[in-house]
Nanobody
Framework: QVQLVESGGGLVQAGGSLRLSCAAS????????MGWFRQAPGKEREFVAA????????NYADSVKGRFTVSRDRAKNTLYLQMNSLKPEDTAVYYC????????????????WGQGTQVTVSS
């Protein structure tokens, strides 16, 4: 059974940092892109960042460029999201996704999803 388990969410003040992790089990995603999406209350789920299978090519939403960094450890089958200079508008449930052929921003190209981790940024 394939599982993606996110961790590292929490409550942080504006300007602070958090590091999210997503541990995959049940199969290897070393040859697939992985990504992060988020969903704020009352809003649709949106793309945050993604990384290709080699860990070389990345893709970011304009709203997080320069503040967030996506990375992966292929050996550990784990995805990361380093979030710096957090803003209240970053408050959302953050979801890990895997299985895309490239670091694309479109949700339907990802086959597997985690349950999400809450990130709350206070002003």
């Amino acid at each position: 059974q394939v599982q993606l388990v996110e961790s590292g969410g929490g409550l942080v003040q504006a300007g602070g940092s958090l590091r999210l992790s997503c541990a995959a089990s049940g199969r290897s995603f070393s040859m697939h892109a992985m990504g992060w999406f988020r969903q704020a209350p009352g809003k649709e789920r949106e793309f945050v960042a993604a990384i290709d299978w080699r860990g070389v090519n990345t893709n970011y939403a304009d709203s997080v460029k320069g503040r967030f960094t996506v990375s992966r450890d292929r050996a550990k089958n784990t995805l990361y999201l380093q979030m710096n200079s957090l803003k209240p508008e970053d408050t959302a449930v953050y979801y890990c996704a895997a299985g895309a052929a490239s670091p694309i921003a479109t949700m339907r190209f990802y086959d597997y999803w985690g349950q999400g981790t809450q990130v709350t940024v206070s002003s």
